[in-house]
């Protein structure tokens, strides 16, 4: 399929759900590449691993009774990010103790629920790995308020979540308090991975936290450029993935991973500075 069919495709009256699938994806991917420098600096990759599975019992209690699964799934997540800043502060714990603790509970929950609804195995297929059909015109409009609600939090707090990305213990004699910043934090990465999960699926989302801000560390040094980079190779392979997943019958979540990880392997190879090419060759 040539770029151009794609594009009628997308404003085909009878393909509706093709053009939301296509805005869901870019602004998900978007809003993700934002929160996923702040997950990059932190190195905390594993916590975005956590949320996404946290987020499946809210998602499938909403199956279940047939709710808003962006609602059910924010609202598990937040209780599963709350636990984890609360538990954490046991000193006798690391952090990822606690955060495997939960995030295998809460994945396990999801099992749980979600093998009470009739025929619950296609159901949590979709859930996992993600699907572009379905996808209701309520959902658009959460996703694009929520994601708006993430960027402005962002913008406000930018200066206070890169000082606790970097210096814990300095951001703590500045003043800052790093528990409520860790908190909101966590509850940010947890709306991002929310409103990803309709189109790349729960399994999947953590590449859309990660991957595009990983392939920007590698292109920039600076953190204001690597913030406008993150996002644009996000909402880009989003692009990109759904146009090779339609043209040729291809699951989408996987499809926009895997253009993802060539972006990455791109700039890991031939970044200007870091890529392995001006390490080694020039």
Wanted: proline share 3%.
């Amino acid at each position: 399929m040539s770029p151009a069919d794609f594009v009628a495709d997308l404003f085909n009256p009878d393909l509706a759900f093709l053009g939301k699938a296509l805005l869901i994806a870019v602004m998900s991917a978007t809003v993700c590449g934002v929160v996923g420098c702040y997950v990059v600096l932190r190195g905390m990759a594993f916590i975005g691993d956590a949320v996404a599975h946290a987020v499946f019992p809210g998602l499938a209690v909403a199956f279940l009774v047939s709710g808003n699964l962006v609602l059910g799934g924010t609202v598990a997540g937040v209780v599963t990010a709350i636990l984890v800043a609360v538990f954490a502060q046991q000193r006798r714990l690391k952090e990822d103790s606690v955060i495997g603790v939960f995030f295998v509970a809460a994945f396990a929950l999801g099992i749980v629920v979600i093998s009470r609804a009739p025929g619950y195995a296609g159901s949590l297929q979709q859930f996992l790995f993600g699907s572009i059909t379905g996808i209701p015109d309520e959902d658009v409009y959460v996703v694009g308020g929520t994601g708006l609600v993430i960027l402005l939090a962002i913008l406000l707090l930018h200066k206070e979540f890169v000082a606790i990305s970097l210096d814990r213990e300095s951001a703590r004699a500045m003043g800052l308090r790093v528990f409520w910043l860790d908190l909101l934090l966590y509850v940010l990465v947890t709306l991002a991975v929310v409103i990803s999960v309709r189109t790349i699926g729960n399994i999947l989302v953590l590449a859309l936290l990660v991957t595009p801000a990983a392939a920007a560390r590698l292109l920039t040094d600076r953190l204001a450029v690597m913030m406008v980079l993150a996002p644009a190779i996000g909402g880009l392979s989003a692009l990109a993935g759904l146009y090779v997943s339609w043209s040729w019958d291809l699951p989408v979540g996987g499809t926009i991973v895997l253009v993802l990880t060539a972006v990455f392997l791109g700039a890991w190879l031939g970044a200007p500075r870091h890529g392995l090419l001006a390490r080694h060759v020039f």
